[in-house]
């Protein structure tokens, strides 16, 4: 959670205020447009090593600090002006992708490197999340309709370098990276000692006849090989789109699990099951982002091991880590890594084709976002734990136990697999219920004022709401009934 103050304050400094009287027209030469343009110019030029690396994005971390909300307010911007901020930010977060080209080191200035520009491109996704909402409200569209990777302007970007249009141009062997709207989904996607904004991956196929199908890992049935219209269905908040960069390859590791999966599902009359381990080395079991990467172990016979850099776990989060199902301990806490979602981003050997979001959630997931930052962060600073009480523990063991009754099970094959065992599924039910009382707070607070509110803000309001309920009698409090040290 390294980006928590920068980023926090990136956000505010751009969003705090309710309303302005500086009804000034920005120039070229105001101090966002100046920042933005600063770093498509820096990271056109790229760098040289891993120290460059580092000195350039935390440059660029302290110019947004120093920023305040009357230079970067973005209700003084007119559409066009809006605009050209989206581009040149997505522009920028195009050419940072390429500092990682050649620094394939594994030292630990490398992964430092790996790290400030993680932070850096989320910021910069953030803040563009910001400038599509308000496009979308000044254009006065938020009532429409948004189909997944379909559309035009703010909510469909496009790298330069490709065509597309929409789903009729995606390639046999994409890949895509989806953020769902779940708390889970917030989970998995800040897990990891990076944060990221990611919680999916799904393989995309096209067979001899030109049909596009996905093959995917979802926690609830496990691995599934399914037509176009099932994954757009999903209705995810975001999705970009990328490519590897031998397509022959791509398109032969995207073959290989599609049918690798449809086979299993046919055969066996049940879905391969979801791998709550995230161990990726081995493939009985699948996870989402394994999916991609069996695929490319296999066809290149283990020469490509996808991603490039990997996730890695915070030890103060072990027992939390180990009840989600995922397989680390205090004796392999250093050397396990894993596939989080939002790695792939950062391998070279890929390109980012496209860039989709539906505006009307990305408040929801910045706010999901925001509530599983800080309930990370009390787990690993103040000890805070998940506490399931009497009834949800009988309740995940009722459903278990459900799951296994051949009359019934079917209707429950979607809400959770037979692999899933109770103190896991407790696990998703308290998450939830956690999730929701921290999100209310953030949504009464977000009624109260007429601008989206900040990291730093919703930091604030989820801190203020800890500690007075941590004050409060454990039968009158929300928080702590449930959560607590």
């Known amino acids: 959670m390294k980006l928590i103050a920068v980023l926090s304050l990136l956000l505010s400094t751009l969003?705090?205020?309710?309303?302005?009287?500086?009804?000034?027209i920005?120039?070229?030469?105001?101090?966002?447009?100046?920042?933005?343009?600063?770093?498509?110019?820096?990271?056109?030029?790229?760098?040289?090593?891993?120290?460059?690396?580092?000195e350039k994005t935390t440059k660029h971390y302290q110019t947004f600090f120093n920023l305040n909300h009357e230079e970067t307010l973005l209700e003084n911007?007119?559409?066009?002006?809006?605009?050209?901020?989206?581009?040149?930010?997505?522009?920028?977060?195009?050419?940072?992708?390429?500092?990682?080209?050649?620094?394939?080191?594994?030292?630990?200035?490398?992964?430092?490197?790996?790290?400030?520009?993680?932070?850096?491109?989320?910021?910069?996704r953030y803040f563009e999340d910001y400038v599509v909402e308000k496009l979308e409200v000044t254009n006065q569209k938020t009532n429409k309709e948004y189909t997944t990777l379909e559309g035009?302007?703010?909510i469909l970007l496009v790298n330069p370098k490709y065509t597309f249009t929409g789903h009729k141009d995606l390639k046999s062997g994409d890949v895509i990276l989806s953020r769902g709207n779940a708390y889970t989904s917030a989970a998995i996607a800040r897990i990891g000692t990076i944060d990221a904004q990611f919680s999916h991956v799904t393989s995309v196929y096209r067979d001899e006849k030109g049909v596009l199908h996905t093959t995917e890992a979802h926690i609830e049935i496990g691995s599934v090989a399914m037509p176009w219209k099932v994954h757009v269905d999903q209705g995810n908040a975001r999705e970009v789109v990328f490519r590897y960069k031998d397509i022959k390859i791509a398109h032969e590791a995207a073959k290989f699990v599609f049918e690798r999966v449809k086979k299993f599902s046919r055969t066996h009359k049940h879905n391969i099951n979801y791998d709550f381990t995230m161990d990726y080395k081995n493939n009985s079991d699948l996870f989402c982002s394994e999916v991609v990467s069996s695929g490319f172990s296999k066809i290149t016979e283990n020469k490509v091991d996808i991603p490039r850099y990997k996730t890695k776990f915070d030890a103060r989060l072990i027992p939390f880590l180990k009840n989600i199902g995922i397989g680390v301990t205090r004796s392999n806490i250093n050397q396990?890594?894993?596939?989080?979602?939002?790695?792939?981003?950062?391998?070279?050997?890929?390109?980012?084709?496209?860039?989709w979001r539906k505006p009307t959630k990305l408040k929801g997931i910045r706010m999901k976002d925001a509530v599983l930052s800080k309930m990370y962060e009390w787990m690993a600073s103040k000890r805070y734990k998940l506490r399931q009480g009497i009834k949800i523990p009988l309740s995940a063991r009722l459903a278990w136990l459900t799951r296994r009754i051949p009359l019934v099970k079917k209707s429950l094959v979607e809400k959770f697999?037979?692999?899933?065992?109770p103190k896991l599924l407790g696990t998703f039910l308290i998450l939830d219920e956690v999730g929701d009382i921290l999100l209310a707070e953030l949504e009464k607070r977000q009624a109260e004022v007429s601008y989206p509110l900040s990291f730093k803000e919703m930091y604030r309001v989820l801190e203020d709401f800890r500690e007075k309920d941590s004050k409060l009698k454990r039968r009158k409090s929300k928080l702590h009934k449930k959560f607590r040290p």
């Open 26 to 54: 920005p120039t070229s030469h105001d101090p966002l447009t100046k920042v933005l343009k600063a770093i498509q110019v820096e990271s056109e030029q790229g760098v040289e090593s891993y120290k460059e690396c580092i």
């Open 336 to 355: 396990f890594k894993t596939f989080g979602p939002g790695d792939l981003e950062f391998d070279d050997r890929f390109d980012l084709v496209a860039e």
């Open 152 to 154: 035009e302007g703010s």
């Open 15 to 24: 969003f705090l205020a309710c309303q302005s009287n500086n009804e000034r």
């Open 77 to 124: 911007y007119s559409i066009a002006q809006l605009e050209s901020l989206l581009d040149s930010s997505f522009k920028s977060r195009l050419n940072i992708l390429k500092v990682l080209k050649g620094l394939n080191g594994q030292t630990t200035e490398a992964y430092k490197c790996f790290s400030s520009v993680r932070d850096l491109t989320r910021a910069l």
């Open 417 to 421: 697999p037979l692999n899933m065992k």
